[in-house]
């Protein structure tokens, strides 16, 4: 296993618990990102990789893996440093993580994310300032970027009929989402729900720490698994959207509170948190290549230059 490639898009919850599981497991890997907001996903050779048009794709060599809950499983099994992620469902940790991460996988997290973007007042404390611009594109003329989106879809079935099924799919996919997040009693619905989860996990954290005596677990025990990672990428899309004042505090959920100072320690965490933290500098860098390949190439080699400057004055 030795070459690794993830497309993903930072922000992207189920990219993220991608890239968890390959930071987890210390994989060495080769970063391409797709931006999904200017339609890097929806082009023929992307499709070709994956005719759902999403992210993650992990590619290992020729072969390629769609889907993040097999990209997590492919890379524990293939890459052979870190612990497992996914233990043998014969065993009753390995039951336990598979039960977790369905009741996890539970929360409808897409109408949650776009619910929120587009009506904002449901934040508690606002939403992270990397999610603004684009909540504001959605407040405006969300109608019409959807409209948009659709015809684009109809002229690329039109034009590769291979892919005319898997564009007819999105182009369904583009017409029925809007209705769901932008229906706001669907969305208080989603939110309430959360509640629901959220205590089972509470429960479940108080539990594990009663019965196994210890301060510091994870979901099932001292080993960080599969069952974790949907847990991170679910309280950091929560805190994204400044939901944490109504969700978990030191006086509501405090075993779920403590878990997530804890996760904030943990280095793959921090990995994938400064990619979400970088992702205005990647779209600044991607317009500038665009308009000009030679001028994003002088200021690239410009950063390298400051960086390197930098380093030499530290030492
Ligand atoms: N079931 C898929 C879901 C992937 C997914 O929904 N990806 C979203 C981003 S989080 C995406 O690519 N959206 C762009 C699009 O649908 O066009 C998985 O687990 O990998």
Not at 17 to 42: N, S
Not at 126 to 134: D, E, N, R, T, V
Request: charged share 25%.
């Amino acid at each position: 296993m030795s070459d690794l490639t993830l497309y993903y898009f930072p922000g992207s919850y189920y990219s993220q618990r991608a890239l968890l599981a390959l930071y987890e497991k210390d994989a060495k890997f080769k970063h391409q990102v797709v931006f999904i907001h200017d339609g890097d996903q929806i082009t023929p050779s992307y499709m070709r990789m994956n005719p759902a048009g999403q992210v993650p794709v992990l590619a290992d060599g020729k072969k390629i893996i769609t889907e993040s809950d097999a990209i997590i499983k492919y890379v524990d099994e293939n890459v052979h440093t870190g612990s497992t992620l996914v233990p043998d469902e014969i065993s009753s940790v390995g039951k336990e993580v598979a039960r977790l991460r369905k009741l996890i996988s539970s929360v409808r997290v897409e109408i949650m994310t776009y619910g929120v973007l587009r009506f904002q007042d449901l934040s508690i404390t606002g939403l992270h300032p990397i999610a603004k611009p684009m909540a504001d594109i959605m407040k405006k003329d969300q109608g019409k970027r959807f409209a948009e989106l659709r015809k684009t879809l109809a002229v690329l079935a039109e034009k590769y009929p291979d892919l005319r099924d898997a564009y007819n799919a999105k182009i369904e996919f583009a017409t029925n989402f809007p209705k769901e997040f932008q229906n706001r009693e669907l969305v208080v619905k989603v939110l309430n729900d959360v509640e629901k989860t959220l205590d089972e996990i509470e429960n479940i954290l108080k539990r594990v720490k009663d019965e196994q005596g210890i301060s510091d677990c994870w979901l099932v025990g001292p080993r960080f698994t599969a069952a974790d990672i949907a847990l991170a990428t679910l309280l950091d899309r929560i805190s994204f959207l400044g939901l944490t004042a109504r969700y978990f505090t030191p006086e509501k959920r405090p075993h779920l509170y403590q878990y997530y100072q804890r996760l904030g320690t943990r280095k793959s965490v921090q990995q994938v948190r400064s990619l979400v933290l970088a992702t205005p500098r990647m779209f600044i860098l991607r317009k500038l290549k665009k308009a000009s390949p030679f001028v994003a190439g002088i200021i690239a080699a410009g950063i390298g230059v400051a960086v390197a400057y930098s380093i030499l004055k530290r030492k």
